[in-house]
Each structure stands twice: as structure tokens, then as C-alpha cells.
T-cell receptor, first 113, second 117 residues
Framework: AQSVTQLGSHVSVSEGALVLLRCNYS??????LFWYVQYPNQGLQLLLK??????LVKGINGFEAEFKKSETSFHLTKPSAHMSDAAEYFC???????????FGTGTQLKVEL | GAGVSQSPSNKVTEKGKDVELRCDPI?????LYWYRQSLGQGLEFLIY????????KSGLPSDRFSAERTGGSVSTLTIQRTQQEDSAVYLC???????????????FGEGSRLTVL
């Protein structure tokens, strides 16, 4: 079975500081990996996805993630946090056959002045 | 429609009652998914439809939960004899084809928040 683990259910950063949200995956086959964001009272929307084309993936709103096979990681970063980045972030991995996403438990990002 | 539409957005019911939650996916999306989001639990997969058939029902928590999809479009998730532990946000998502690199993305609705008293 495929799974993802998100380290830290809550992360707090100052505005302008680096954002680092951690995700480690477990998969017996080459995975597709995703980051989704959920703003308050909204549905989830795709930030970025890794599908083996390039290990460094750039997404919307200045976010990027790097696939590291040796570390089984797909951490999400943004060089400078903005107040509007406050949301819940979910890492996900595609299942066998790629027809289902398995999500992590999410990380709530708080951005402080 | 332009996006995935779910109804009702909020539902409060009494323990033991049945509830139906509706999902209208993006037009043309053949795959439809139901997830459950509980506080601190992340997103829990419930069921997946490809067209009108459900190849994967592995996430349904009990036989009180069922889902159907008709006409390859609208789906209904039914919870019979609701229990307090069923309280959660039920999310629906649709996709063109998750296995394809170029279209592999889930589009989510805003969810139906269920509260069982």
C-alpha cells in the first residue's frame, strides 16, 4: 500500500520567512506525488504535482517541491511566506494503477506578522 | 458545470436518521471520488467511480454507507442510521483520468459538512 507522512500538524512562520512543509512517502512503484492546499471554508486545490518529468516541481503562488528518491521525500517550500499562504496543506500519493490519491493528515500553516 | 458542486453544504441530523449527500462533477469527468475529512484525520478515501461502476469501494467504513452514480455524472452518497462518529466533511472530487500524466488531477468540491446530534 502507498502512504504519505506529513511531519508537523501545525507550522508557524513569520511573514517573509522560509516555508518548509515536510512530506515523506512510501511506495513500491514509482509514485506520482501531489501537494494540495485548502483555504478556510473552501475545497482543496492543486498546488503542484510530480510525475517523474523533473525532480524540482514549481507550482502556483511561488511554491515548489523537490522529489528526492533517496530520502523518499517531497517537501514543499516557499522562499518568503505571505499572510495569504495561511491554509492547510496536504501531501498525496497516487495508488497502484494510479486511480486513487492517498492523502496525508495535513499541515496547518500559520503566518504571523 | 464549471466546478464540482456538492449539496447540501451543511446538514444537521439526529442520530439514527438517513442522509443523502449529492455530488455533481465537472462535465466530462469520468472519474468521481468521495473522501471524508475529519478533524486531525486528514482525508479518508471512501469510494471511487469510473463511469457508473465502482471498482474500489474499499474505504466505505461500514454497510451503512453506500454510493451510486447514474448517467456517468451525478453521484449520491447515502449514510443510513447515522451515528455521531459519522460527523465530518464529505468531499467529492472528479478527474478526467488520474492515471494520465497530463490530466492526473483531482478537482474538489467545497464539501458537505455533516453533523450528527
Amino acid at each position: 500500500a502507498q502512504s504519505v507522512t506529513q511531519l508537523g500538524s501545525h507550522v508557524s512562520v513569520s511573514e517573509g520567512a522560509l516555508v518548509l512543509l515536510r512530506c515523506n512517502y512510501s511506495s513500491s512503484v514509482p509514485p506520482y506525488l501531489f501537494w494540495y492546499v485548502q483555504y478556510p471554508n473552501q475545497g482543496l486545490q492543486l498546488l503542484l504535482k510530480y510525475t517523474s518529468a523533473a525532480t524540482l516541481v514549481k507550482g502556483i503562488n511561488g511554491f515548489e517541491a523537490e522529489f528526492k528518491k533517496s530520502e523518499t521525500s517531497f517537501h514543499l517550500t516557499k522562499p518568503s511566506a505571505h499572510m495569504s499562504d495561511a491554509a492547510e496543506y496536504f501531501c498525496a500519493v497516487s495508488g497502484p494503477g494510479g486511480n486513487k490519491l492517498t492523502f496525508g493528515t495535513g499541515t496547518q500553516l500559520k503566518v504571523e506578522l | 458545470g464549471a466546478g464540482v458542486s456538492q449539496s447540501p453544504s451543511n446538514k444537521v441530523t439526529e442520530k439514527g436518521k438517513d442522509v443523502e449527500l449529492r455530488c455533481d462533477p465537472i462535465s466530462g469527468h469520468t472519474a468521481l471520488y468521495w473522501y471524508r475529512q475529519s478533524l486531525g484525520q486528514g482525508l479518508e478515501f471512501l469510494i471511487y467511480f469510473q463511469g457508473n461502476s465502482a471498482p474500489d469501494k474499499s474505504g466505505l467504513p461500514s454497510d451503512r454507507f453506500s454510493a451510486e452514480r447514474t448517467g456517468g455524472s451525478v453521484s449520491t452518497l447515502t449514510i443510513q442510521r447515522t451515528q455521531q462518529e459519522d460527523s465530518a466533511v464529505y468531499l467529492c472530487a472528479s478527474s478526467l483520468d488520474l492515471t494520465r500524466v497530463d490530466t492526473g488531477e483531482l478537482f474538489f468540491g467545497e464539501g458537505s459538512r455533516l453533523t450528527v446530534l
